[in-house]
């Protein structure tokens, strides 16, 4: 009997433990510190968490997910500009204009041999060389790349929208609890569409794999 070839996403707690460690954590602690000690308290708190879980994933020599640099880079540029105007505005101002820079790196580079989102994907699964280059996994990586420059823009005008018209608590709740929503939602989308890519070359799609990278 031939065995059925199966790629393995990382399990939904490794999955869940990446998301926490990129983007939940540094919001809540960004959102206590904010109520206790004010903004520049909050925007150092933020940071340090970011850099003390890429410091400890370096000294473990575990790799770092291009998802937690990306974060964390974003965080360090955020959190100087922050502490130097002492805006708030300009401090949530960065990353709604950073959903448009992604919006466009994604569009430049759908056409290209290995699209950028191909590159973020290798984070969570790694793909065989064979299917790397395959014509239907290119095409697939292409229209997902327009799908989330989409989600991309649309989350950065409505967070601009927010930003311009609500009360800095109102924006908080608003940003945070629609971004993730819409990108919760475009994740189970393209996971979908995946899933049902690989199966016309019947290649199974399992979450959970031998060797789950927690960090």
């Not at 904010?34 to 020599?61: D, E, H, I, K, Q």
């Not at 229209?143 to 989330?148: A, E, G, K, Y």
């Not at 979908?192 to 399992?206: D, K, M, S, Y």
């Amino acid at each position: 009997m031939t065995r059925q070839l199966a790629i393995h996403l990382p399990s939904p707690r490794v999955l869940a433990w990446h998301l926490l460690e990129a983007a939940l954590v540094p919001a809540g602690l960004f959102y206590l510190l904010f109520a206790l000690t004010g903004f520049s308290g909050a925007v150092v708190a933020a940071l340090s968490w970011s850099l003390t879980a890429v410091g400890w994933r370096v000294a473990r020599r575990k790799p770092v997910p291009a998802v937690l640099v990306i974060t964390t880079v974003v965080l360090v540029g955020r959190t100087v500009v922050g502490l130097l105007t002492g805006s708030a505005l300009l401090y949530f101002l960065q990353p709604t204009l950073q959903n448009f820079l992604l919006a466009a790196a994604l569009l430049a580079s759908a056409p290209l041999r290995r699209p950028f989102l191909a590159r973020l994907a290798k984070d969570f699964c790694a793909f065989p060389d064979t299917l790397s280059g395959h014509p239907r996994v290119h095409r697939f990586f292409q229209r997902m790349s327009l799908l989330w420059a989409l989600v991309f823009a649309v989350n950065g005008v409505g967070t601009l929208v927010a930003l311009a018209e609500a009360t800095l608590g109102d924006f908080l709740v608003f940003s945070t609890a629609g971004s993730y929503t819409l990108v919760t939602s475009a994740a189970l989308l393209s996971l979908h569409w995946f899933r049902r890519c690989l199966r016309r070359e019947g290649i199974v799609l399992r979450l959970g794999r031998l060797a789950d990278v927690a960090g």
